[in-house]
């Protein structure tokens, strides 16, 4: 191969997306694996090593594997080539439109297309929250190449297609599910929801009540007698006041130096929170609509704020009902860990359901187990 056709197969390559490129490099491993075994004569540890080549990192192939390659490739029809793309670098998705995604790179945000693949599958393979590498054609244009493997998700179904998985953020360290009292009133229905999906997910949760301001200390205390299981599990629990800014403090602490995600019912106040810990956000804020105690929807898609000191929140926008993605029947129990705690159900696979000689519900009738969980987890077990 001359330099010259080395030069313009090396252009095509770079003019590849990254499904191509991937496929291409794959070929071109097991090409040189084929070749390799035929002439191999070391020993069994260095075979070893080579079975290893299915592993490598595809964006920085050793020189040798970029000649098989550059081989596969010389083989192949020529696929048109592009502008010159450079190297790749890496950003975190702070938005995504339609077709596109806006990615912090080295402090400064920039728009990039997504690949035609990316664009369709946009719901669960790219995420606010996504490291992704990013390519520049040219000057101007920039593409993601390659979504890296995520630390955490927080993902449910959509609500349209249940067999959609709709990936709401990605690697952040914690979601906070935010509550209000009055308005929208207290629901920990859906907080059991959020915990599971966020445990799923490997992402800690924290529940954080906003409006505290709306109610004086005693009625405060007996709302949140509600949340005295999830305190029980250990769940961190926050109380705020975005207007009277109390609380704010200790959300700030929280979420010190984290990747957080703010969920919940729109209303709850998230976008206020955030206008309340950092005012140069200067995020819109809804009014609740009169007789529903609900927001109307201000956030519309969920955007990666920089709070300052290390911490990045994502504000998702509001949903008033959270499905489970792919949660089966015989996992579920292990989302309640306090049911766990109680032994001697008569049957080992019991269900907690219609089983006599249950643990589970004598623990229930005798307050040891909350209620309210207990329902939970049956209304979800019959929706499974
Ligand atoms: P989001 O939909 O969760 O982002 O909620 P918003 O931040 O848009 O707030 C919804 C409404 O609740 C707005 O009218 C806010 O002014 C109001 N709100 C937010 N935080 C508080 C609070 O701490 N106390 C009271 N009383 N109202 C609040
Ligand atoms: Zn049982």
Redesign the pocket.
Known sequence: MTNEEKKTLEKRLSSLDSNERNRLYKRAAQMRKLAQAKTNTRPRHAQLELEDDDRIDFRKPRPALLEWVLKVLSQDDAPSVGTIETALRVGTVVAIGPRSAEVVLDGKTLTCLLSKELAERQQSEIAVGDEVEVTMRGAETALIATVRPRRTKLSRPDPGNANQERVIVANVDVVAV?V?V??PPLHPRLIDRYLIAIRRGGAEPVICV?????LDEGALVEELKQLAPYERLGVPIVR?????RNGLDELRIALEGKLAA?V?????????????MKPELG??????SEGYGR?T???TRSTLLDLGGGTRII?TP?IRSFGLWQLTAEELPWYFPEFAAVTGCKFRDCSHTHEPGCAVKEAVESGEVSRDRYETYIRILESL
Not at 210 to 214: A, E, F, I, Q, R
Not at 240 to 244: D, F, G, K, L, V
Not at 283 to 288: N, R, S, W, Y
Request: charged share 10%; hydrophobic share 35%; aromatic share 2%.
């Open positions: 935010v209000s009055v308005s906003n409006k505290t301001d709306l705020c006041s975005a207007s009277a703010f919940g019912h729109s209303g709850v106040g998230k976008s206020s929170l955030l206008n309340a995020l819109a804020v809804g009014t609740v927001g929807h201000t956030t504000d509001g």
